[in-house]
């Protein structure tokens, strides 16, 4: 398109930028998306390495995508139904949880889970029942409380939902204590919360009551890479008329008369737009792109003090061996201390603490017939664990965003590189001998997190969904400033692959001054597939820059 007029610009194209898009232009908008780094994609991209090994930065695995799901429901709206195939992971163990002396396989389903946490750790069977009667019984009463729509009637409500009023807003380990359970079994159960990487003192049990219910759904990866989300949205934004641009910074949100009027570049050019849609990071949009004289004080005071969620330091290794040989098709969760609570504390301390968390996770594994992954016999591998978000942890000052050169600091890379190691270290306990193997390594840091996304402390999670930062206490997709709203992880509908994705839709329904989701649920189809690409060779990462 050669106008510089838009219905709506999205600044950032993450999962929630890409799929508020899409929804607005199969809703018959005209839509322009802009992105800083050279792909799209956000925290769902991925990257190459010597033309052989293919890594994912987020897109590691995703629940409840058997038909009828949450992201095969968002995907059928926009007309890609038939068009991303999702390759499940071992039922039976889809993550293989490691502490010293346990092993617990997380199988899909409740009633499985149930019975192998109640056989692992026997002594805690009264407190074990309790503890998941109470996540079960509040995700009933959540959906019971989503069916009664946008404005139910709470008088009436209230009594249908005691465990929701009673533990939803509480803290994990509240529930911990009340129902008694011990180190192990508390372990156990809050051994993936890297997930979203909050502290169990901190996390609202409706969290993590939602976080596991998505799982023991089922667990998937995308067939051809991570890559395959974004890019099917961009096709599905292309499609119907609109168009994504790569390298395009966004400096200023443009507010003439109290209103969201488009953006302007850090080249100067200015594009102009009744409606703008950030799916930048937060504190970013409103604090700097937007600035505190075009919002209330009492907002700029809120935005100001929101906590980051801590970031995630991730290395990547291409191997020269076929893990299959080697493990079954699931994540592994290990860890050598059963104390995260401490764990996180340390981080929220500014330290890096002396036992890391590791997920360890690999594509070639999830996916072994996608050639891009890695070659055949080898294997591409991400290890991550969660860190503190300072920048004196990484020897960095002013950070990247403000356009700090950190790459050939002697700090900075004696520190990466220290952590590196001791992480392959940590994943040579389940994968024992892989260091032998290695023929690529790199690592990222939240530094690097914050140079490719802009994101506040470099975390992929936006702000903590802490029990004071949860539900209410997020920004809504609408702002106070009319024409401008947010999208993305720090919104209401959190992080991750379905609550960008759905938050995404969400906020396209603002815009457009309707329930879209629930439209989409109930059958609505608004794009059309026979506009989409059917090549049997497309590679969605070229077709995302």
């Known amino acids: 398109m050669e106008s510089a007029e838009w219905d709506a610009i999205v600044i950032g194209a993450g999962l929630g930028g890409l799929t508020t ?6 809703n018959g908008q005209r839509v322009l998306v802009l992105e800083q780094h050279w792909v799209a994609g956000g925290n769902a991209h991925v990257f190459r ?7 994912d930065v987020g897109v590691h695995y995703i629940g409840d995508c058997a038909p009828g799901g949450a992201i095969p429901n968002v995907l059928r709206g926009i007309g890609l139904e038939d068009k991303i195939e999702f390759l499940e992971l071992d039922p039976d163990g889809f993550d293989t949880i490691l502490f010293p002396g346990v092993t617990f396989r997380v199988p899909k389903g409740w009633d499985k889970y149930r019975e192998r946490l109640v056989a692992a750790f026997p002594d805690d069977e009264t407190g074990l029942h309790r503890c998941l009667d109470v996540f079960e019984q509040l995700l009933a009463e959540m959906r019971r409380l989503y069916a009664a729509g946008a404005a139910p009637d709470l008088a009436k409500l209230l009594p249908e939902i005691p465990t929701l009023i009673r533990w939803g807003g509480r803290a994990l380990s509240d529930l911990f204590d009340d129902c008694g359970l011990g180190a192990k079994a508390r372990a156990v159960i809050i051994a993936q919360s890297g997930a979203y990487a909050v502290a169990p003192s901190r996390t609202p049990v409706a969290v993590h009551a939602g976080f596991l219910d998505h799982y023991l759904k089922g667990a998937y990866y995308p067939r051809g890479g991570g890559q395959v989300l974004p890019a099917r949205l961009v096709e599905v934004l292309r499609a119907n008329g609109g168009e994504v641009r790569t390298r395009q910074r966004v400096d200023r949100i443009l507010i003439e008369d109290g209103r969201a009027a488009g953006v302007r570049l850090t080249t100067g050019e200015e594009l102009r737009a009744p409606t703008v849609i950030s799916n930048a990071d937060v504190k970013r949009t409103l604090l700097d792109m937007v600035g505190a004289e075009h919002i209330s ?6 935005v100001d003090a929101y906590r980051m969620a801590l970031p ?22 290990y860890c050598d201390s059963f104390d995260l609570e401490d764990i996180y504390q340390t981080c929220y301390d ?3 603490p002396e036992h890391f968390p590791l997920l360890i996770t690999t594509a070639s594994v999830k996916d072994p017939h996608t050639r891009r992954i890695a070659p055949p016999g080898c294997s591409s591998i991400e290890i991550m664990t969660w860190v503190p978000a300072n920048y004196d942890v990484w020897g960095v000052h002013e950070g990247p965003a403000a356009g700090e050169k950190y790459h050939r600091d002697r700090d900075y890379r ?3 590189e220290r952590l590196t190691e001791l992480m392959i270290d940590g994943a040579e306990h389940p994968l024992p001998g892989i260091r032998e193997h290695i023929v690529w390594k790199e690592a990222a840091t939240p530094v690097t997190q914050e140079r490719f996304t802009l994101s506040t402390g470099g975390t992929s999670y936006g702000i903590e969904m802490a029990v004071d930062q949860s539900g209410p206490n997020r920004p809504a997709p609408a702002t106070e400033i009319p024409g401008l709203f947010l999208t993305g992880a720090s919104t209401t509908s959190g992080h991750g692959i379905v609550g960008t994705m759905r938050g995404g839709v969400a906020t396209a329904g603002a815009i457009l001054g309707r329930d879209v989701m629930r439209e989409v649920e109930e059958g609505r189809v608004f794009g059309d597939p026979s506009k989409l690409i059917s090549d049997p060779d497309w590679d969605p990462w070229q077709y995302s820059r």
Not at 49 to 55: C, I, N, S, V, W
Not at 315 to 329: A, C, F, S
Request: proline share 4%.
């Open 21 to 26: 898009a899409a929804y607005l232009a199969t």
């Open 350 to 352: 500014g330290r890096l």
């Open 297 to 302: 004080p009492a907002t700029a005071a809120r």
């Open 414 to 416: 004696s520190n990466k």
């Open 49 to 55: 390495r010597k033309r052989a090994f293919e890594f």
């Open 312 to 333: 995630i330091f991730c290395v990547y290794l291409g191997l020269d061996i076929d893990l299959r040989e080697r493990m079954p098709n699931t994540n592994y969760w």
